[in-house]
């Protein structure tokens, strides 16, 4: 059974930095992207970076503050979060994905203070 770990969430005030990494345990072959989603209160679930093989995208709204990375053969994903700002807040998921087959975590919940 695979399970995605979450770790790294908290509180922070504007203007700070987080770091959220994540990690798949259990049975999983050849994992071709990893990355973050994240989910506001009353907002739907959104793309927050992704990785794949060395290329990684981002919504515009964290271009340049936030930087994802990946560990294929780890099966390992970081997101580093730096000048977060309270829009920032929400419960941020790991996804991970081999194949046809998504993993996600339970999520993590970052909330950031004005």
């Known amino acids: 059974q695979v399970q995605l770990v979450e770790s790294g969430g908290g509180l922070v005030q504007a203007g700070g930095s987080l770091k959220l990494s994540c990690k798949a345990s259990?049975?999983?072959?050849?994992?071709?992207?990893m990355g973050w989603y994240r989910q506001a209160p009353g907002k739907q679930r959104e793309l927050v970076a992704r990785?794949?093989?060395?290329?990684?995208i981002y919504a515009a709204s964290v271009k340049g503050r936030f930087t994802i990375s990946g560990d294929h053969a780890k099966r390992a994903v970081d997101l580093q979060m730096d000048s977060l700002r309270p829009e920032d807040s929400a419960v941020y998921y790991c996804?991970?994905?081999?194949?046809?087959?998504?993993?996600w975590g339970q999520g993590t919940q970052v909330t950031v203070s004005s």
């Open positions: 996804f991970q994905r081999s194949g046809d087959d998504d993993y």
């Open positions: 259990g049975s999983i072959r050849g994992v071709d992207t």
């Open positions: 990785f794949s093989y060395g290329d990684a």
